[in-house]
């Protein structure tokens, strides 16, 4: 196997979960620019990619179907002994482990929860393919091996063991400029005696004896002492083949420790901000933990009134006030702010004062750090000094901006369903009171009023009996029509696969359709509730007989996302199609005006929509679409 001279890491990520090896591969990116992470969801794909590119470290779950991890290890350790292969897995024991270390395992991490699980694994990652590439170019270009040691960027040494002790034989300047020792201080001198703290002697005994019995190290944490003080590296080496000695090479991550410490103090100071009832609430705790958490004192947050189309200041340190005065209002089309906030996208200014588009030109201010916050609005980290924010800061920024964005986004539907459930309250009590008057009050008045009209009927004949009789019936017929648009109206929350032409049938079997005709043209199955599909296709046809004359023909038919009811009747007039859903609406002194807008009421409740048009036969053609076609 061979490694291409390049700054870039190719890994493959083999893991069963699609969604998980996305999110994980998206975080590693970011983590550090030259990933380019491939995903695989088996081992069997996993293979062939490595035959079709050999990435530069392969990132592997165990616990997957059909091949699992270690074997999956196994496979590919027989074609490529040196290749990274970091077990990345959330099924963690000690047999697990002893079987990936047996089976030639580069490294083993356990998933967590959190991001800064990626952190770590970028560290690995980083280091695994370091150091391989390491042990490639010292035994395959010994020739330009000092070139290349004195070009690392890592603090490297080089040692040979005597009487076995670390004897240093040569530093490169990474190694000077960070621990600070030069080199003719060291070389020819034990590396121990400089770099081991007093409490670690037998820490770095046991480093020793494993070094020169050929083991390797992997990204091991250490803490070593160095001019300054103590600070902790990651150890990796690569031996000689004899292992009388070999190189050292140590990675600093005391400024990543304290990443990760942020990180995760970040981390608990999010479920603060996930409770806020409200934008406000979220914008005044963002601003302390940016101050507490982040360590940026001067700091404030701005929210977006939509209405005059500026920034208002929401929340704002005091340490901010006393630097700035009364934070200022950012107008559309002025201000840094103003263009971090239309383009979205995050502003570092290591001195704003350069700046003629800032809007205070006698700013104390001198180095920003402008975030937006999606719709919301932008948050400002600033420092009275010029360049103070370093690449760290700014990677906290961004992730903490999209924290906040979030929060804020969650506070904004929190308080849309708490003025929309407080709305439907509301329509609830209405409609009890009203169910309750239609159901009650009004329909025992009627079962009165008709008892009455068939006693007097026993006393006497009069048409004026008939005609009272005829009026209880269509206000019957008007209290059950609004009782259905008042009971049914809302939003159909179950659906289920139902065939129209069975429900079809089943409707015109229920309906008084004298001498018409249905002719059903449909096959689709839908998703649908079908009780109420059922009441939709009984009023529809029922529509269509008493007002299609006599012998009329109805139709179904299919179209391209839903379905239509057709009739030969002599159609409704173009101008009154706009009105025909309308409550109360009729062409007839028997109809009640309801029909129509219930069957309006019930293609609205499942998200559908409904038309009026002419029909092929010159009659009228009802069009439902919107409809969820099933097969």
């Known amino acids: 196997m061979s490694f291409r001279c390049k700054k870039e890491i190719h890994i493959l990520h083999v893991d069963d979960e699609p969604g998980f090896a996305d999110m994980a591969g998206m975080f590693l990116e970011q983590e550090d620019d030259r990933f380019t992470v491939e995903t695989a969801t088996s081992a069997d794909e996993g293979l062939e990619r490595i035959s079709d590119r050999t990435p530069d470290c392969v990132v592997s779950d165990y616990d997957m ?13 027989k074609e490529f002994p040196n290749l990274p292969f970091i077990l990345f897995t959330g099924r963690g024991s000690e047999e697990v482990a002893s079987d990936a270390i047996s089976a030639g395992v580069t490294d083993y991490l356990q998933k967590e929860s959190g991001s800064e699980q990626y952190a770590v694994l970028s560290n690995r990652i980083t280091n695994a393919v370091a150091q391989v590439r390491a042990e490639y170019e010292l035994k395959e270009e010994r ?12 603090p490297t040494v080089e040692v040979e063991y005597k009487s076995n002790e670390p004897i240093v034989q040569q530093v490169n300047p990474a190694f000077e400029d960070i621990f600070g020792y030069d080199a ?29 019995a050929g083991g390797r190290l992997n990204s091991v944490e250490v803490t070593r002492r160095t001019a300054d003080g103590n600070r902790e590296f990651l150890l990796q080496n690569a031996v000689y083949e004899d292992g009388t000695g070999g190189f050292a090479i140590y990675t600093d991550i005391t400024g990543r420790k304290q990443r990760e410490e942020s990180l995760n103090a970040l981390q608990e100071a999010t479920r603060d901000l996930m409770n806020a009832q409200d934008k406000q609430a979220v914008a005044e705790q963002a ?56 383009a979205n996208e995050i502003r570092i200014y290591d001195d704003v004062r350069t700046r003629p588009e ?41 992730i903490f901006g999209k924290t906040v964005e979030t929060a804020l986004d969650r506070a904004d539907r929190e308080q849309r369903l708490r003025n929309q ?59 059950e029509d609004l009782l259905t648009i008042a009971q049914e109206g809302a939003k159909v929350q179950e659906t289920e696969p139902t065939t129209l032409k069975t429900v079809a049938e089943k409707s015109w079997d229920c309906v008084e359709t004298s001498d018409a005709t249905l002719q059903s043209g449909t096959e689709h199955t839908i998703q649908a509730d079908p009780n109420r599909l059922r009441q939709l296709l009984e009023n529809l046809i029922c529509n269509a007989v008493v007002h299609g004359g006599e012998g009329v023909t109805i139709r179904t038919g299919e179209l391209e996302d839903g379905f239509y009811i057709s009739d030969d009747g002599p159609g409704i007039p173009a101008e009154e199609r706009d009105k025909v859903f309308e409550a109360g609406y009729s062409t007839t002194v028997e109809g009640t005006g309801f029909g129509l807008n219930i069957i309006e009421e019930i293609v609205e409740a ?26």
């Not at 290349?148 to 960027?153: A, D, Y």
């Not at 302390?288 to 958490?293: L, M």
């Not at 999606?374 to 420092?383: F, I, L, P, Q, T």
Request: aromatic fraction near 4%; charge should be negative.
């Open 358 to 398: 800032r809007i205070n030109a006698e700013t104390p201010i001198r180095s920003e750090i402008i975030i937006p916050l999606g719709e919301h609005g932008v948050m400002n980290m600033g420092a009275t000094e010029p360049a103070t924010f370093s690449e760290g800061d700014v990677s906290l920024a961004r």
């Open 184 to 212: 003719s201080e060291i070389v020819g001198n034990s590396l121990d005696d400089y770099v081991i703290p007093e409490e670690k002697t037998e820490e770095a005994s046991q480093i020793n004896q494993r070094v020169q």
């Open 287 to 342: 601003v302390e933990t940016a101050r507490s958490v982040l360590d940026q004192p001067i700091n404030g947050l701005w929210l977006q009134d939509s209405d005059e189309k500026v920034l208002q200041p929401a929340a704002m340190t005091v340490e901010s006030t006393e630097v700035v005065g009364a934070p200022p209002t950012y107008s559309e089309g002025e201000s840094l702010s103003w263009e971090a906030f239309t």
């Open 421 to 479: 459930r407080s709305h439907v309250q509301r329509q609830n009590d209405r409609l009890d009171k009203f169910t309750g008057v239609v159901s009650h009050d009004l329909q025992n008045p009627l079962h009165v009023a008709d008892a009455r009209i068939k006693l007097a009927r026993k006393e006497c004949e009069s048409p004026h009996l008939a005609e009272a009789a005829d009026a209880l019936a269509r206000m019957e017929a008007l209290i």
């Open 143 to 154: 020739q330009r091996s000092q070139i290349l040691f004195e070009r690392l960027t890592q």
């Open 65 to 77: 179907p059909g091949v699992d991890g270690i074997e999956f290890l196994k496979t590919v350790r």
């Open 606 to 631: 499942h998200g559908w929509e409904i038309r009026v048009t002419d029909s092929k036969d010159g009659g009228t053609r009802f069009e439902i679409t919107g409809v969820e076609i099933v097969e």
